[in-house]
């Protein structure tokens, strides 16, 4: 069977620059799969290291904690029990860097950019901790542009599972092949419903896929796109789960994150420009720091490797 183009939704033939990256990481099957389903799942040896991982974790864990006030975390985390989603944490990318090396992993950079383009933003970083609890999260697409969407298309889902997903840990559901109809879910396929005669589906003849629900160890790689019917299984067993969810979309998209605005001391001089990129600081058609030269803009539609950043 001949494995599809890597860019065949992109309607611009095979990427040297992805398919450089995904072979040298080991990852193309990945790629084929992400354009094929729509999600994809990486484990944890090909993301980085252990130590990396639990960093990451800790560290999601620790500003949830900074953040939820001691005396109120057990309200919080009830209120949370009751979301199928959990407890969401904005804005995370300059708490740590450890998130910096999370967004600059070239594992997660060739995800992003083989579905939203090498000139992709980072328009949301953020945190979920989700406890036990008896609520699933509803079928639906990350997208939040007008229907019909695009085929190009407009934005990609990168998130580091840093604790098991299962069933019974409240893993995510996906529906293979839903990034091809192009809209969100209504009726009652938002709760499962793709096989009555009355669900909307029933109307377009898709014949939709069991949803698949993803196992996968702590420190894998979910990505799936905008465009990707999914929801997530209440979590019945003891504890948390805690993900670190990295949001892009393509280059001309307003972010929803001003994350250029706050950038700490030398974070851009630890980084290759493709950071200063990812956050917005040059967009093409302006430019935010009044100290740059105009010229320096097209930083924002410049095309960086992807390989000159080592896997953390």
Not at 33 to 39: F, T
Not at 110 to 125: D, K, P, Q, V, Y
Not at 216 to 221: D, E, R, T, V
């Amino acid at each position: 069977m001949t494995a599809p183009a890597m860019d065949v939704l992109n309607r611009v033939g095979p990427d040297p620059i992805i398919t450089e990256a995904a072979e040298k990481l080991g990852i193309t099957d990945n790629v084929h799969q992400l354009e094929r389903d729509g999600y994809t799942v990486i484990p944890p040896e090909k993301v980085g290291s252990t130590e990396f991982v639990e960093r990451l974790r800790d560290t999601v864990v620790a500003v949830h904690r900074r953040r939820t006030e001691e005396q109120k975390y057990a309200q919080a985390m009830q209120m949370a029990s009751t979301s199928g989603l959990g407890e969401l944490m904005g804005e995370l990318l300059w708490e740590d860097p450890v998130f910096e090396q999370a967004l600059m992993n070239p594992v997660a950079q060739t995800l992003a950019r083989a579905m939203a383009g090498h000139t992709c933003r980072l328009s949301a970083f953020e945190g979920a901790v989700k406890p036990q609890g008896d609520t699933p999260l509803v079928f639906h697409a990350d997208s939040s542009i007008t229907e019909p969407w695009p085929v190009v298309p407009q934005f990609a889902n990168v998130t580091y599972a840093l604790t098991e997903y299962s069933p019974e840990c409240g893993s995510t559901k996906v529906i293979p092949g839903s990034h091809r109809l192009l809209r969100q879910p209504v009726g009652g396929e938002a709760q499962g419903d793709f096989t009555s005669a009355n669900s909307p589906s029933a109307l377009f003849g898709t014949g939709f896929p069991e949803p698949v629900s993803i196992e996968c160890p702590a420190g894998s790689i979910i990505a799936w796109y905008g465009s990707t019917w999914h929801g997530a299984s209440p979590r019945t067993a003891p504890g948390e789960r805690v993900s670190a969810v990295m949001y892009f979309s393509r280059w001309y998209l307003k972010p929803q994150s001003n994350l250029h605005a706050r950038v700490p001391d030398g974070a851009l001089d630890r980084h290759s420009p493709r950071l200063a990129q990812l956050i917005d600081l040059y967009n093409g058609w302006e430019i935010k720091d009044p100290t740059r030269d105009m010229a320096e803009a097209m930083i924002g539609r410049t095309v960086y490797p992807i390989l000159d950043v080592p896997r953390p």
